[in-house]
């Protein structure tokens, strides 16, 4: 099946490995991944993720350094949702060929799923987007709940890359959104939030957010980026 997605992309990975097509563009490393349904056997998906490749091994226990690209389910939905799509595509018996929708869907937006993301500086503003940014019929999968540690991945990007324009827009987020009660937690503010993600990244060997533990202060002191 892998062989069949390659030839429908057009592109060759850099390495295929079972279900996991691999590409790589400058500081990134994108994943197309073939996953069968774990109740229904009979049934599988794919989607891609794409990280930075710096961060991506140190950041491996927190699920990667990046986002997820959906796109559209065979009916044609082309809603995002905060859930993961559940698999939606036959799979096929012995050596048959794929299935017509699978054709349509991989050659439609196999390519624009891989090349959802620009660059490093691109990766870190859809990390600090509100919501699901979409792109020549597929988006990115950024649920309102994942806001707060998306934020603090933005911020260890921009540390990585040296980006202070990234690292800015983090922080003039974190103002204007700081105070706010994160969703479900009225007592739980997204700068306690933030922190919270920040200290668990900490862990990560080379990854140092300990500054942003000033975001418990009762009256946070946000930092300036020059």
Request: charged share 25%; aromatic share 8%; proline share 8%.
């Amino acid at each position: 099946m892998a062989d069949q997605f390659v030839e429908l992309l057009g592109t060759a990975p850099v390495s295929v490995d079972g279900g996991k097509l691999t590409f790589v563009q400058g500081t990134l490393h994108t994943t197309l991944s073939i996953w069968k349904d774990r109740y229904n056997r009979s049934a599988f998906g794919w989607m891609v993720n794409t990280d930075h490749t710096a961060l991506r091994d140190q950041m491996d226990g927190f699920g990667g350094m990046g986002i997820r690209i959906d796109h559209p389910s065979p009916s044609g939905d082309p809603g995002p949702s905060d859930i993961p799509p559940a698999a939606c595509y036959p799979w096929p018996a012995g050596s048959a060929p794929l299935a017509s929708e699978v054709t349509a869907s991989v050659t439609r937006y196999g390519l624009p799923s891989l090349r959802f993301v620009r660059d490093s500086h691109d990766l870190g503003l859809l990390l600090l987007a509100d919501t699901h940014a979409h792109r020549d019929g597929v988006w990115s999968f950024t649920p309102a709940n994942s806001e707060p540690a998306r934020l603090a991945q933005a911020i260890l990007l921009a540390r990585q890359c040296g980006d202070q324009d990234l690292e800015r827009a983090a922080v003039a987020k974190l103002r204007n959104r700081g105070e706010e009660p994160v969703v479900r937690r009225p007592d739980y503010l997204f700068r306690q939030a933030v922190a919270d993600w920040s200290r668990q990244y900490a862990k990560a060997p080379g990854i140092d957010l300990s500054d942003l533990a000033k975001l418990m202060r009762k009256r946070p002191q946000y930092p300036e980026i020059p």
